[in-house]
């Protein structure tokens, strides 16, 4: 599985756009980009998921560029609740669907 | 309401005296994992199952065992946990149909072995 970084943090001001980038600049064509988000030592939370068009869901956007190499997950109005340490996975469909966490971005959403 | 279960949350035991960690989901998926996070290295998998009596070793199996007789049930057993076990463990569960498809994770378990 391709690797990923991330910025370690970024801050956002509670009901503004929040955008998380990520590279991911060896991907290969048959890998997905999956974002996940821990909420403080709680369980991991499945976000979007893309392959290389735009993806929306009732959480957040994924915008994923033409060349794979790069993605940003955009949480269009962010609350206090989204304060969270959010993950960019890349990953294929392997027998063994394991996920291959980094640091991740700690978002931190101010009042 | 679909979730994965994971009992206990908090368990503090001593050195060599064996443990179950229970995980149970109702989702009816075929994969199930556990997962072990430490500070400043992430999550990483111990042990996966594809399906019931379907097993097989992570990242980082040495110390655990796991059985999987029922679909919904996926326990993790130390069978003499050390200190270097204190950890937060995740169980996570997804359809096995599917490639692509969402992983489901439970609450955690804190475990704090003296």
């Known amino acids: 599985d391709a690797k990923t970084t991330q910025p370690p943090s970024m801050d956002c001001a509670e009901g503004r756009a929040a955008n998380l980038p990520c590279n991911h600049s060896?991907?290969?064509?048959?890998?997905?980009v999956y974002w996940y988000r821990q909420i403080h030592s709680q369980g991991p939370q499945y976000i979007i998921h893309g392959l290389k068009n735009n993806e929306t869901n009732e959480m957040a956007s994924l915008i994923i560029t033409e060349d794979r190499k790069s993605s940003t997950l955009i949480l269009p109005h962010a609350t206090l609740r989204d304060t969270a340490v959010y993950y960019c996975i890349v990953r294929g469909a392997g027998s063994n669907y394991k996920l291959t966490f980094g640091k991740g971005t700690l978002l931190t959403v101010n009042p | 309401e679909a979730q994965v279960t994971q009992n206990p949350r908090y368990l503090i035991t001593v050195t060599g005296k064996k443990l179950t960690v229970t995980c149970s989901q109702n989702?009816?998926?075929?994969?199930m994992s556990w997962y072990r996070q430490d500070p400043g290295l992430g999550l990483r998998q111990i042990y996966y199952?594809?399906?019931?009596?379907?097993?097989d070793k992570g990242d980082v199996p040495e110390g655990y065992k796991v059985s999987r007789k029922e679909k919904r049930n996926f326990p993790l057993i130390l069978e003499s946990p050390s200190p270097n076990q204190t950890s937060l463990y995740f169980c996570?569960?997804?359809?096995?149909?599917?490639?692509?498809?969402?992983?489901?994770f439970g609450p955690g378990t804190r475990l704090t072995v003296l």
């Open positions: 989702m009816n998926h075929e994969y």
């Open positions: 996570a569960s997804r359809s096995g149909t599917s490639g692509y498809n969402e992983q489901f």
């Open positions: 060896t991907i290969s064509g048959n890998e997905y």
């Open positions: 199952s594809m399906n019931v009596e379907v097993t």
